[in-house]
């Protein structure tokens, strides 16, 4: 199968490499949480929900009294992807995403100012389609965000890949199981700091930063984003408050 047209330079979806997806954010979607988002990357689709800051439920978790603990837990529901087999909660894959989310989350998040509290980060994919662990991280910020939780920085995240020798930015679901080198990276992305680099095959080290320079291009032009979301919400619950 062909990835990339040769004579057109076009991906399987009709995207040029280096184009990003369609992105589609909304927050207050869950009435009952502090805050909450709705993030969408093409077909993915992912929601969010934070309770917190609050009092610990179980003390023995706190490894730190003096900032406030955080705590994730991602899902993927049963009919967000084509196989239908029921996974048990708590697989492997489900509790290496919540980690690999919780520590990005952790690098953004100022806990030192909520000392003797938690933060309770639910994270589930209603649709996957591709990069469900970077939608995940941007739904997460974003419903951070509409809690109105302290952090340094909008983390945001975003994939790309290597594929017929070409770079490709945010892969979709065809793209990331056609066997070729992913790299998922997460910044913070004023202050220009890498949070999160995941990858899942060798590249030479010239082609892998090319890729990665994409890839972090793509997570700044979702922060850009994130701000235009967020901004717009202020803006309308100033019209609501008259």
């Not at 047209?5 to 009435?31: C, Y």
Request: proline share 3%; aromatic share 4%; glycine share 8%.
């Amino acid at each position: 199968m062909e990835y990339v047209n040769p004579l057109t330079g076009f991906r399987v979806d009709g995207r040029r490499p280096n184009e990003m997806r369609q992105l589609k954010g909304e927050v207050g979607v869950v009435s009952r949480a502090d805050g909450s988002a709705l993030f969408e990357m093409g077909n993915t689709r992912v929601i969010a929900a934070v309770y917190g800051p609050r009092e610990i439920q179980n003390r023995s978790q706190q490894q730190n009294n003096k900032e406030a603990l955080v705590r994730c837990e991602y899902r993927m529901a049963e009919f967000s992807t084509g196989d239908r087999r029921r996974k048990p909660k708590g697989d492997r894959r489900s509790t290496e995403i919540s980690l690999v989310i919780r520590q990005t989350m952790e690098a953004s998040i100022l806990t030192h100012l909520m000392p003797h509290s938690q933060i309770d980060i639910f994270v589930q994919v209603l649709q996957a389609d591709g990069g469900t662990r970077s939608a995940c991280i941007n739904a997460a910020t974003l419903a951070l965000a509409d809690a109105g939780i302290p952090m340094r920085d909008i983390v945001t995240s975003c994939s790309a890949g290597y594929l017929c020798s070409t770079p490709l930015l945010d892969l979709n679901y065809i793209e990331d199981s056609a066997g070729g080198a992913d790299v998922t990276v997460g910044i913070l992305a004023k202050m220009d700091k890498v949070t999160l680099l995941q990858m899942d095959a060798k590249l030479p080290m010239d082609t892998f930063e090319t890729v990665m320079d994409l890839a972090t291009e793509g997570c700044k032009a979702i922060a850009t984003y994130i701000r235009e979301v967020l901004l717009e919400n202020t803006k309308q619950l100033e019209c609501q408050r008259g």
